[in-house]
């Protein structure tokens, strides 16, 4: 096991060397910004634009205590859309080191993608194999946007604690999913299908009962698992209400980045379909047909045979996670950084998931998608992190 937690951390520190290479490749065609970047702009001004800017902000300045609005009465976007564990980590770092907040926060997203890639290769090692979860880890950390793990952005620090709360219900230590999935709710908007996870876990444990007997002890655990996960899922909305005083504080927030300032489940979706197919005579009908193949591969890849080896408590999350993010996310090109803690799927991909045979041509397969996604974080980069003024598509 030693072996491959060395292999997996140089496999991620390899590629977020290439992303590094690209990062300050990419700071000579940003534009000075002087809310992002200063009279200049430096490499590690790369890893504090766009959302990193508002996480620069939360760990400076806080959060509001009376929600700011426009003159239509609209709350206006602001702090309380992001979550605070991120940057409260990162001002307390600030304070003990002295150094500024882009050197603080990339260093922390960097140092937490790699303990989540170590806990990701030891959890997917148990289940798929430990070449298979090397492979995987490769994969994982080249995509395109993996390169949001060295930005001032949470994606690296959800994906930590997000593995340690898998693996914990893997191993059935009930206490410490709990814990995790507290943590995971102060850390990314991404709690709510750990809620599906948990009590999968719990059902299949307690139908087991009779081969392994569960005792009271256990069963309190498992309530303080569940319970957790789902104080977990609005322990920020209740955050945020305690010190703004207002009940629908985080949710009109949130509503402040979407389209007429409302939350709509499903219908985003098809609507973005067919803005991805505008291109096309026939969009609407391309749109919806493309959304259905997404939903059917999802689906296919993680119920299939192929699959097995990942067991029901991976399987459940690849599935509740992105039913999860079709009930409350707007689909735009931040899709991408959303699809990385659907790391289980790269393990079915490369041919890993199943229970009697080998992955087949798995360094191949892996050297491919590795190559895919290199290519894959200079698109990211360049078309969605570099800001092209005056406006330009988020990462």
């Keep these: 096991m030693r072996a491959l937690l060395w292999r997996a951390g140089l496999v991620y520190l390899v590629l977020r060397a290439v992303s590094w290479v690209l990062l300050v490749i990419a700071s000579h065609r940003q534009p000075v910004m002087m809310d992002w970047t200063g009279p200049t702009v430096e490499p590690l001004d790369m890893t504090v634009l766009w959302d990193g800017s508002w996480y620069r902000h939360v760990a400076e300045l806080g959060y509001p205590h009376v929600l700011p609005r426009l003159p239509d009465g609209q709350v206006a976007q602001n702090a309380w859309a992001f979550y605070p564990l991120f940057p409260l980590v990162s001002r307390a770092l600030m304070d003990l080191t002295g150094f500024g907040f882009p050197l603080v926060a990339s260093c922390v997203a960097l140092l937490c993608g790699l303990g989540a890639a170590l806990v990701m290769a030891v959890l997917l090692a148990e289940k798929v194999g430990r070449p298979v979860a090397l492979a995987t880890v490769a994969v994982w950390a080249a995509f395109p946007a993996a390169v ?24 059935r230590q009930w206490v410490g999913a709990g814990v995790a999935a507290l943590v995971l709710g102060l850390t990314r908007p991404i709690a709510v299908p750990v809620i599906a996870v948990v009590a999968v876990a719990l059902f299949l444990r307690w139908r087991g009962r009779g081969r392994e007997p569960v005792g009271p002890g256990e069963y309190a655990a498992g309530a303080f698992a569940l319970a957790c996960s789902g104080l977990g899922a609005i322990a920020w909305p209740l955050v945020a209400w305690h010190v703004t005083g207002v009940r629908t504080a985080y949710v009109d927030t949130m509503a402040a980045w979407r389209v007429g300032h409302v939350i709509e489940p499903l219908t985003p979706w098809l609507g973005m379909s067919q803005w991805a197919f505008r291109d096309f005579h026939g969009a609407a009908v391309y749109g919806p047909v493309g959304l259905a193949a997404l939903v059917t591969a999802i689906v296919v890849l993680t119920l299939g045979p192929w699959a097995t080896a990942l067991g029901p408590e991976l399987r459940t999350w690849c599935l509740a ?14 899709i991408f950084r959303y699809a990385l803690p659907l790391f289980p799927l790269v393990a079915v991909v490369l041919g890993g998931g199943w229970v009697e045979r080998g992955a087949r041509w798995l360094w191949t397969r892996a050297g491919v998608l590795v190559a895919l996604g290199v290519v894959g974080q200079v698109a990211w980069i360049w078309k969605l992190l570099v800001f092209h003024p005056p406006s330009d598509y988020p990462p």
């Design 148 to 171: 949001s793990l060295q930005l001032a952005y949470t994606e690296s620090m959800a994906m930590l604690v997000l593995c340690l709360l898998l693996w914990a219900v893997i191993r």
């Design 321 to 334: 996670y992105p039913a999860y993010l079709a009930l409350v996310l707007d689909p735009f090109t931040s």
